[in-house]
């Protein structure tokens, strides 16, 4: 990940930090209906996926076939998601935002995750205030699978079970952080899981952990357990296609010239004229 990209990741994460955070510093006084705040999320999250698709095309230099893979598994991913309908966290899209991230690495991960979640929204009718926190959380879990170690030397069944690992604890800590920005909303259930604007955050904090204990974690298994046997049983014929699809763009291919006065003869790469090849390569072109 070059620097222009992992700035637009610190970007991007500040503010999403900022967005499910801030009513754990508010006092009780402040509105804290995340309807309110939801649209200026949304405003600000698409044009910071878009620079970061730029910086890490910039960084990597990317052409429109990674972006055009990148359209193609949102679909893939969006088309996934109703499968599960919502039976308990059943989520079958997130083993391929884990692989694909592996695969496509950080940046183009935390783009997928957000243009998938939001494709998806629109095609199950899941469009609401929840929406831009899904689209950040989804970019985050698929980001961390782009950073996980040993790209291009761990292969076979270590790799799998590392990848299995992955998606079972960032299933939990997906679920774990749509639930902050839900909770804030959901008060008067007890006082042991209710949100109380103004209080210290430690004690909210306790709250907050006693209320995904008591509320979501069958939801959270659900979606580990469905992630980590689609990654055992589908991931290795999976990985090799995505493997396979981005050496055939040739994502990283370097493209290369003879001198002027070499004595063998001089190929163009493919879409660009023959007679152009030694303007391309001269310096300051």
């Not at 083993?95 to 496509?104: Q, T, W």
């Not at 959380?137 to 079970?161: I, K, M, T």
Request: with cysteine; charged share 10%.
């Amino acid at each position: 990940m070059g620097p222009r990209a992992a700035a637009a990741l610190v970007l991007v994460t500040l503010v999403g930090i900022a967005a499910f955070g801030w009513p754990l510093l508010a006092d009780a006084q402040s509105g804290l209906a995340h309807s309110q705040d939801a649209p200026w999320l949304f405003a600000a999250l698409l044009p910071l996926l878009v620079a970061v698709v730029v910086a890490t095309i910039a960084d990597q230099g990317m052409d429109a076939k990674a972006v055009a893979m990148l359209g193609v598994l949102a679909a893939v991913g969006a088309a996934l998601r109703p499968l599960g309908a919502g039976t308990a966290g059943l989520e079958p899209m997130f083993f391929l935002m884990v692989l694909s991230g592996r695969v496509l690495g950080p940046g183009f991960g935390f783009v997928l995750g957000g243009v998938t979640m939001f494709a998806s929204a629109l095609l199950t009718g899941g469009v609401g205030p929840w929406m831009p926190f899904q689209m950040l959380a989804l970019g985050w879990f698929s980001l961390g699978a782009g950073l996980l170690p040993g790209p291009q030397r761990l292969r076979g069944r270590a790799e799998l079970a590392m990848l299995a690992a992955y998606g079972f604890l960032g299933s939990f800590a997906y679920g774990t952080v749509m639930n902050l920005q839900g909770w804030v909303l959901l008060q008067g259930m007890g006082q042991g899981v209710s949100f109380h604007p103004g209080d210290p955050v430690p004690e909210n904090l306790a709250r907050f952990l006693a209320y995904c204990l008591a509320t979501s974690l069958g939801w959270d298994l659900g979606r580990a357990a469905l992630t980590v046997v689609l990654t055992l049983t589908l991931g290795g014929t999976l990985l090799r296609a995505l493997r396979r699809a981005t050496r055939k763009a040739a994502f990283e291919a370097a493209v290369s010239f003879d001198s002027p006065g070499g004595s063998g003869p001089r190929h163009a790469p493919e879409g660009v004229r023959a007679d152009t090849c030694g303007d391309i390569g001269a310096p300051g072109r």
